[in-house]
C-alpha cells in the first residue's frame, strides 16, 4: 500500500514538471500514445497472465474506437455516454464468445484461434459496412470546436496527457488489485490444473468469463480514447488482426507478469515504429511489423518475463510469475 | 448419506461401471476396492462430477446429483482427492489450500476466515511449518497429505479419497490411515476410501465394497471380505481356479 501511494506520489510529480517545464508537442504525442496502448496491454495482460492467451483483442479496440465515433457522428451522442455503451458491446461480444469457449474448455491454442477469428469478423464487418463506417478509408469524428472537451476530443495535448493518464493510472489500479484477489488466486490455479480446480469448489468458466469481460471493457475505453485523441479511426489502425498482435508483442516484450511490463513494452514498440519512420519514411513501411514478428520469437524463447519481468527478477533475486507489487 | 443406485458408465463401447448400487452410512468409513481397472476411480470420478453417470443414479442426503457439475458437487459437502495428487504449482503451498477453503464451501468465507481455516488443516495434515513454502519441497507423501488438505478445506461432509496410499512407504502407509481415521472421528466426516492393495485399508475400514471389471461383487466387513471365494479369486487370479466352481453366480 505505502509503495503504491509513493508511486503515485512520483507520477504526478513527474507530471507536474513535465507540465510546468512545457514539453515539446512531439514528445508530449508520444506520450499520450504510450499511456493508452499501455492501459491497452494491461488490460489484455489481466487474462494473458493466465495463460489464456487471447489473439483477438484488436476486436475490442475497433468496437471502443468505433463505438463511440459511430453514435457521435449519426446519432449525435456524446463520447461522455458513448464510451460506456461501447464497452458495454465489448463486454457483450466477449461474453458471446468467452461463454461457449469456456463451458465447452477450449483453451490454449484454440482459445487463440477462436479470438483471433472474432477480430477478423469485427474488423471485416467494419471494412463491409463502408456506408456507415467509411470503410477501409476510415473515419474522423465530427469536430466540436466550440467546446471540445464536452464531446471528449483533445485538440490541447496537455488535457489529452492527463486524461491518458488518469486511465492508465485507473487500469494500473484495476491490476493490483484484482492480483490480491482470490479470483487470480483461482485463474493461476485452473491454468493448469482444471479438474482439480472445479474440485475445490472453483466454477472456472465464471471465474475465467468475470476476467475476460473486465479484459474486454478496459481494451474497448482504451481503444475509445485512442480514437479520440487520434481524430482518425482505421480499421487496420484500430480494430482487426494486426492490433491484437501489436499487444500481444508489446505485453510479452515488456513483461506480462508485471504491473508495469505492459506499459514499458508498449513504449518501446512505439518508440521502434515511430523511429523507423523517422529513419526510413515511407521507403521501409512494413517493417515494423517484421522487426515485431522477430522480437516476439526472440523474447518467447530467450526471455519469457519480458524486459521489465527479467529485469525485476534480477533485482529481487525471485521468479514470482504472480508479480503482486505495484511494480 | 450417499445412496449409488444402478451406476454405469459407459466410455464409447468400453463399459467402465456397469449397474453398480451400493449405499454409503453417515459416519463410517467405506473401503471401496478391487483390482487396476475395475472401476474404483470412475465412481468416483462420477460421484465427484468429473464425468457424467451414463445410467443411475446418486442421491447425497436425499438429493439427487448425477451429472451436476463439479463445483457444485463440492459445495454440497462432497470433496474429493485425486490418485495422482494435482497440486497448483503456482502457488504456496498455503495459497493451495486457501484457494480450497475460500470456494469450496458456499457461502463463500472472508479471505481472512479463509486463510484460517487453511492453517488449521495444514496442522491437522502436519504441514504448517512449510506453509509458505513452494510445493516443490515436498515429496510423495507431502504431495498426498496436501490432496488431503485441499479436500479437508472445502469442509466436506463426505470425502472421496481416493489411493490415499498410492506411493507411500510402509511407514507412512500407517500414518496416512491413522489420519483418515482422525479426520473421522474428530470432525465426524464420513470417508469412501478407494484403494486397490487391501492390508491398510482392511485395520480402519467399517465396511468394503468389492469392484472386478466394473461390477459389484461383494459387499460387507473386512472380515467377511477376505473369506469371500470370489474376492480371494479376483485378486490372486485363477491360480485358486479349484475355488471357482463353488461360485455359481461368477461374473465373468
Known amino acids: ?327 | 448419506m450417499l445412496k449409488i443406485t444402478g451406476l454405469s458408465k459407459h466410455f464409447g463401447s468400453f463399459v467402465a461401471v456397469n449397474q453398480v448400487s451400493f449405499e454409503v452410512e453417515q459416519g463410517e468409513i467405506l473401503g471401496l476396492i478391487g483390482p487396476n481397472g475395475s472401476g474404483k476411480s470412475t465412481i468416483f470420478n462420477v460421484v465427484a462430477g468429473l464425468y457424467k453417470p451414463t445410467a443411475g443414479s446418486i442421491l447425497f442426503q436425499g438429493k439427487e446429483i448425477g451429472g451436476l457439475p463439479a463445483h457444485q458437487i463440492c459445495h454440497l459437502g462432497i470433496g474429493r482427492t485425486f490418485q495422482i495428487p494435482r497440486p497448483f504449482s503456482k502457488l504456496s503451498i498455503l495459497e493451495n489450500v486457501v484457494a480450497a477453503a475460500f470456494f469450496g464451501s458456499s457461502p463463500r468465507p472472508g479471505a481472512k476466515a479463509a486463510r484460517d481455516r487453511a492453517l488449521e488443516v495444514l496442522s491437522l495434515v502436519g504441514l504448517d511449518s512449510v506453509a509458505d513454502d513452494s510445493i516443490d519441497v515436498l515429496g510423495a507423501a507431502g504431495l498426498k497429505k496436501l490432496e488431503l488438505a485441499k479436500a479437508l478445506a472445502t469442509q466436506p461432509k463426505l470425502l472421496l479419497a481416493d489411493e490415499p496410499l498410492g506411493g507411500l512407504d510402509a511407514e507412512e502407509m500407517v500414518q496416512a490411515a491413522d489420519l483418515l481415521a482422525r479426520i473421522r472421528e474428530e470432525m465426524g466426516i464420513t470417508i469412501v476410501w478407494v484403494e486397490h492393495i487391501m492390508g491398510v485399508l482392511m485395520r480402519v475400514v467399517d465396511r468394503v465394497v468389492v469392484l472386478d471389471h466394473g461390477e459389484k461383487i461383494f459387499e460387507g466387513s473386512p472380515a467377511a471380505c477376505v473369506q469371500d471365494p470370489q474376492v480371494t479369486e479376483c485378486y490372486l487370479g485363477h491360480a485358486h481356479g479349484a475355488r471357482r466352481e463353488a461360485v455359481p453366480t461368477a461374473s465373468h
Open chain 1, 1 to 327: 500500500m505505502k509503495r503504491n501511494l509513493l508511486f503515485l506520489l512520483g507520477v504526478v510529480v513527474i507530471t507536474a514538471v513535465l507540465l510546468l517545464i512545457g514539453v515539446p508537442v512531439y514528445t508530449m504525442h508520444i506520450l499520450v500514445q504510450v499511456l493508452l496502448w499501455g492501459a491497452i496491454c494491461s488490460g489484455w495482460t489481466l487474462l494473458g497472465r493466465f495463460g489464456i492467451t487471447s489473439m483477438g483483442h484488436g476486436a475490442f479496440v475497433g468496437i471502443g474506437a468505433y463505438g463511440v465515433v459511430l453514435l457521435w457522428n449519426h446519432l449525435g451522442i456524446t463520447p461522455w455516454l458513448g464510451v460506456p455503451i461501447a464497452a458495454a458491446a465489448a463486454m457483450l461480444l466477449a461474453f458471446a464468445v468467452g461463454y461457449p469457449c469456456f463451458k465447452l474448455r477450449v483453451v490454449g491454442r484454440n482459445f487463440s484461434l477462436v479470438t483471433m477469428a472474432m477480430a477478423v469478423v469485427v474488423q471485416l464487418t467494419i471494412i463491409a459496412a463502408r456506408d456507415v463506417t467509411g470503410g477501409s478509408l476510415g473515419l474522423t469524428p465530427k469536430a466540436q470546436t466550440s467546446a471540445p472537451l464536452l464531446a471528449l476530443q483533445f485538440p490541447n495535448k496537455n488535457v489529452a496527457f492527463l486524461f491518458a493518464l488518469g486511465f492508465w493510472l485507473v487500469v494500473l489500479w484495476v491490476m493490483t488489485r484484482l492480483n490480491a484477489s482470490m479470483t487470480s488466486l483461482s485463474l493461476a490455479a485452473s491454468a493448469e490444473q482444471e479438474d482439480a480446480a472445479e474440485a475445490i469448489g472453483i466454477n472456472v468458466a465464471r471465474e475465467k468469463l468475470k476476467v475476460l469481460l473486465l479484459s474486454a471493457a478496459v481494451t474497448a475505453v482504451g481503444g475509445a480514447l485512442l480514437g479520440q485523441y487520434l481524430m482518425y479511426i482505421n480499421p487496420e489502425t484500430l480494430s482487426g488482426s494486426p492490433v491484437s498482435l501489436q499487444i500481444l508483442y508489446a505485453s510479452i516484450a515488456g513483461g506480462m507478469y508485471t504491473v508495469l511490463g505492459p506499459t514499458i513494452g508498449s513504449g518501446l514498440t512505439l518508440a521502434l515504429t515511430e523511429s523507423l519512420r523517422v529513419l526510413f519514411g515511407t521507403r521501409f513501411i512494413g517493417a515494423a511489423n517484421t522487426i515485431y514478428g522477430l522480437m516476439l520469437i526472440l523474447f518467447v524463447i530467450f526471455m519469457p518475463q519480458g524486459i521489465w519481468g527479467t529485469i525485476l527478477s534480477k533485482l529481487q533475486g525471485r521468479t514470482s510469475r504472480r508479480a503482486r507489487s505495484l511494480l
